[in-house]
């Protein structure tokens, strides 16, 4: 995380000088430039030192710091994609990039005919939004089954068992929204 534009903000209204700083919070000096200058982003700890010698709260410090190529993420056909084997049958493309970043996972989940995905079952305040995209499937979810085609969709907490299985004769594709698994 990137707080050097709001560092320099914090530090400049105070009349506090980077050597000031430095001595103040045990910061090596070239640590603080270096994180001005966004070449770095410093530690968790040094973030507490310096949040300590401004006599600031430390979310102050990440007060409006998103950097505004991160607002915007676009895929384009040509990106680079992460496949992955969800089971013999199932595979899984996700659709952006940075994905810790994210407070939602975008995936493009096919599954075979006669194919399912592994059951899964995530941590507590874990959703997921599913979108049939092609093909028929069956939603396992807990001890409910659901039946889903062509452009049904299913919103549910993750956190309770869950599967898919193709229930047609052709690839089924669903588009599979999660929030990130918190670790």
């Known amino acids: 995380m990137y707080i050097g534009k709001r560092l320099r903000e ?8 980077l050597s000031g700083l430095a001595e103040k919070s045990g910061v090596q000096i070239a640590t603080l430039s270096r994180i001005e200058h966004l070449k770095m982003t410093g530690t968790v700890e040094s973030h507490m ?14 007060s409006g710091i998103i950097r505004e190529e991160d607002r915007i993420d676009l895929k384009t056909s040509r ?10 049958k199932s595979s899984y493309e996700i659709l ?11 995936i493009l989940l096919k599954i075979e005919a006669d194919g399912r995905t592994n059951k899964e079952k995530s941590h507590a305040g874990t959703e997921k939004f599913i979108f049939v995209l092609e093909g028929k499937i069956e939603a396992k979810i807990g001890k409910e089954s ?6 049904n969709t ?3 907490d993750a ?9 047609g004769k052709t690839t089924a594709k669903v588009l599979c929204v999660a929030t990130p698994v918190a670790l």
């Open 146 to 151: 659901y039946s889903l085609s062509k452009n």
């Open 10 to 17: 914090l530090r400049m209204a105070q009349g506090m000088s």
């Open 96 to 106: 952006t990039t940075k994905v810790s970043s994210k407070k939602m996972m975008p």
């Open 49 to 62: 030192n310096i949040a300590r010698a401004l006599d600031i709260d430390i979310t102050q410090l990440y």
């Open 79 to 88: 990106s680079e994609t992460d496949v992955f084997i969800h089971s013999d």
């Open 154 to 156: 299913l919103y549910f």
């Open 159 to 167: 956190s309770l068992e869950h599967c898919l299985i193709n229930k």
